[in-house]
């Protein structure tokens, strides 16, 4: 396998369990959010602000298009990457993808205090997430090749994620 692809709603730990699990198992970490504020030399809020979510997304298949050449790579996409089936096309060849698992309770928690996100600067924050993550969920679930609850600690959820890789 050349990549670990973790997808997963806003607030369920991609980045944070990326970089842990990258480490556990001797693999580069990746993050498509970072990768494209890199390559514009803009924060993603910028981005939406001036190219709306449209640009933004053409950026991020650009990344995921440069992203798929790296192999033994933790690649955490952000929550709207996999959605698109041209990003998906693109990440699934040699690679298995892990669905981070949050309910939307958690979701809400997580996120009640987000100043970053463009999706939630909106005054029913809590509307929008369970919104977005019902749509998003069976999506998640459907392209996934493993779901690992990452509910608690980022820890628990990274030892659950490399029984899944590790040799045992």
């Not at 939406?48 to 991020?60: S, T």
């Not at 939630?120 to 919104?131: C, N, S, T, W």
């Amino acid at each position: 396998m050349d990549r670990i692809i973790l997808c997963g709603f806003m607030g369920c730990g991609k980045s944070t369990v990326g970089r842990l699990l990258a480490q556990r198992l001797g693999y580069s970490f990746a993050d498509t959010d970072a990768y494209v504020e890199w390559q514009a030399n803009r924060s993603i809020p910028e981005l939406f602000a001036q190219e709306k979510e449209a640009g933004f997304r053409r950026r991020e298949t650009e990344a995921c298009r440069e992203l798929a050449a790296r192999t033994q790579v933790v690649l955490a996409t952000g929550g709207g990457t996999l959605l698109n089936p041209q990003n998906l096309a693109l990440l699934r060849p040699g690679s298995s993808i892990l669905y981070l698992y949050i309910s939307p309770e958690t979701a809400c928690r997580r996120l009640r205090d987000d100043t970053l996100r463009p999706l939630l600067q909106v005054p029913d924050r809590e509307a929008v997430i369970r919104r977005l993550w019902a749509a998003r969920d069976p999506l998640y679930r459907a392209v996934a090749d493993h779901v690992v609850s990452a509910q608690g600690a980022p820890a628990e959820t990274v030892e659950k994620a490399a029984q899944l890789f590790c040799e045992k």
